[in-house]
């Protein structure tokens, strides 16, 4: 069975740094496409980025510089390092898998706030 | 610049059918994924729905949620709608380098 879960997430004060992490089973991090999107309270679904199987990366505007995306092969696992968190990015925070995200993990809150 | 539309807000009654449209500036060969997001809880991926109107759905997905495709028209139908669907439907697509979303639909069964 194909398994996303996150954790990582956590009250950080504005100009803080948290990682996110995604553990994935059923299928092997480094032979998909994968991504982190969010959602910040009552609104819609933010893509933030991309690692595809080749290992290119990809950001939206807003976070380009700031968060970075990684994997590592020998844990499964997909990492999302956020630095200078600003209060607009506090959201619950999403791995997914494919470009059609098929499955969703059950997401992690992030709250920036001093 | 790829952008997705969605209507903000859908309604039907129980047991009607609902159809859910997205529509794609880009042109119309563009695939889309459809994913349900019911109140308090994360996404769920329903279906990923070609251009041509063939579609591939989610384990355990109903065969009550159907798409289908018209030009840059992507739908989602919803039959025999039950208190369950009441939910935001996003549509989402990709090309290399990015992902998009729609702004949501919000369904409420009546």
């Known amino acids: 069975e194909v398994q996303l879960v996150e954790s990582g997430g956590g009250l950080v004060q504005p100009g803080g740094s948290l990682r996110l992490s995604c553990v994935v089973s059923?299928?092997?991090?480094?032979?998909?496409?994968m991504s982190w999107v969010r959602q910040a309270p009552g609104r819609g679904l933010e893509w933030v980025s991309v690692?595809?199987?080749?290992?290119?990366?990809y950001y939206t505007d807003s976070v380009k510089g700031r968060f970075t995306i990684s994997r590592d092969n020998s844990k499964n696992t997909l990492y999302l390092q956020m630095n200078s968190l600003r209060a607009e990015d506090t959201a619950v925070y999403y791995c997914?898998?494919?470009?059609?995200?098929?499955?969703w993990g059950q997401g992690t809150l992030v709250t920036v706030s001093s | 610049q790829l952008v997705l539309t969605q209507s903000p807000s859908a309604s039907a009654s129980l047991g009607a059918s609902v159809k859910i449209t997205c529509t794609v500036s880009?042109?119309?060969?563009?695939?889309i994924a459809w994913h349900q997001q019911q109140p308090e809880k994360g996404p769920r991926f329903l279906m990923k729905l070609n251009s041509d109107g063939s579609h591939n759905k989610g384990d355990g997905i109903p065969d009550r949620f159907s798409g289908s495709s018209s030009g840059a028209e992507r739908y989602l139908t919803i039959s025999s709608l039950q208190s369950e669907d009441e939910a935001d439907y996003y549509c989402?697509?990709?090309?290399?380098?990015?992902?998009?979303f729609g702004g949501g639909t919000k369904l409420t069964v009546l």
């Open positions: 997914a898998r494919h470009d059609w995200f098929d499955p």
């Open positions: 059923g299928f092997t991090v480094s032979s998909d496409y």
């Open positions: 880009s042109g119309h060969k563009y695939a």
């Open positions: 690692i595809y199987s080749g290992g290119s990366t």
């Open positions: 989402q697509t990709w090309d290399t380098g990015i992902q998009v």
